[in-house]
């Protein structure tokens, strides 16, 4: 079938890899394929971390349990290493009420996942370079940590490697007839295939019409030491990778502003050393900002029409979700099956 997909962050590629793998001729269609905010994501794999319940983290642990197999695939095909781990994130919490809310939600919620409950003392044997602030953690072993960069390099190599074309273009119109995409256009040119894929991010709003808005973020490149796992804490999150490490992010309701800011630099820093005192000595590599896709709920949005799928608004966890996005697109294009999440999150429920 020769598809055409519109986009080309972590999900427009990773659906444009399984479909291509899978014998289809694909096509993607992106503004610029190094704008995406998956180039700048932290690439915590953290459904608990993340305090999802419900639908999101039904969706989220079963995305998770196809990571590892999407990485080894993916690296097979790409011939890069994708660094990747399931090392497990370490919460931290700075305060009684925080921790005593998030100790009964894993107690309630979290059953089916192995982690371990750190006192202020535990922390202090087991974790010696964190700061006294910190007063407990809890130890999710499942979690996991993907290089979002060596992803996104390793999609783009696996997609060419699998003749998947890019085309820059930016695409500013659908034409649809009877409910069936007949063809969409570009500020370059029109196109056509037998299937569509939106992926349009941060970008949706005015093609899809679905209330999706940037969120932005800045992410600090710097380089320390080195660190088993990911602290993560509500003032800043620290994610070791192989070469580097990241302190994320601002959250900010700022547009398309892609401007690093003294302020959202000076809070990550501030945030990262009272976690951990001794990233005070790292090297400062570099800002990053991205431009999460936000929506009123914080959940995906899904559709499948009679020719074509929409897949955006994967707020703060794009990386995460990836590789069952993708899964469903594939299942629905191959064996006609419908996953159920294009019900669970279906753009209806913000017209209803
Ligand atoms: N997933 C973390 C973030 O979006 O900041």
């Given at each position: 079938m020769n598809i055409l997909i519109i986009g080309s962050g972590v999900i427009g590629l990773s659906t444009a890899f399984e479909l291509a793998l899978s014998g289809h001729n694909v096509r993607v269609v992106t503004?610029?394929?190094?704008?995406?905010s998956s180039w700048v994501a932290g690439g915590m794999l953290a459904p608990y971390s993340e305090g999802l319940t419900g639908d999101l983290l039904r969706f989220s642990v079963e995305s998770l349990s196809l990571y590892s197999d999407f990485i080894r695939r993916l690296e097979e095909v790409s011939r890069l290493n994708v660094y990747f781990n399931r090392n497990g994130i370490l919460r931290l919490f700075l305060n009684e009420k925080e921790y005593e809310e998030a100790r009964r939600q894993a107690s309630d919620d979290y059953r089916n996942t192995d982690f371990e409950e750190l006192s202020g003392k535990d922390l202090r044997s087991r974790?010696?370079?964190?700061?006294?602030?910190?007063i407990g953690g809890i130890l999710f072993k499942e979690e996991g940590n993907v290089d979002s960069e060596k992803l996104m390099d390793a999609l783009l190599f696996a997609c060419e490697n699998l003749s998947v074309k890019i085309l820059l273009d930016d695409i500013v119109e659908i034409e649809k007839k009877n409910g069936k995409v007949e063809g969409v256009k570009g500020l370059k040119d029109s196109y056509t295939a037998d299937f569509y894929v939106f992926?349009?991010?941060?970008?949706s709003r005015p093609l899809l019409n679905l209330p999706v808005y940037p969120v932005k973020g800045q992410i600090l490149k710097i380089k320390g030491p080195e660190l088993e796992k990911v602290y993560y804490s509500n003032i800043s999150y620290i994610i070791p990778k192989e070469n580097y490490i990241l302190i994320g992010a601002t959250s900010e309701d700022?547009?398309?502003?892609s401007r690093p800011t003294v302020g959202g630099v000076k809070s990550l820093l501030e945030g990262a050393v009272r976690i951990i005192p001794s990233l005070a000595e790292a090297e400062l590599l570099n800002v990053k900002v991205g431009f999460r896709p936000g929506t009123p709920d914080e959940k995906p949005v899904f559709e499948a029409g009679e020719n074509y799928v929409i897949s955006v608004g994967?707020?703060?966890?794009g990386i995460l979700w990836a590789p069952l996005s993708a899964r469903m697109v594939l299942d629905l294009v191959d064996k006609g099956i419908r996953s159920p999440y294009f019900d669970t999150f279906s753009g209806k429920r913000f017209s209803e």
């Open positions: 503004r610029n394929y190094e704008e995406g974790e010696p370079f964190l700061s006294g602030e910190p992926t349009t991010g941060a970008w700022a547009g398309f502003d994967h707020y703060r966890n």
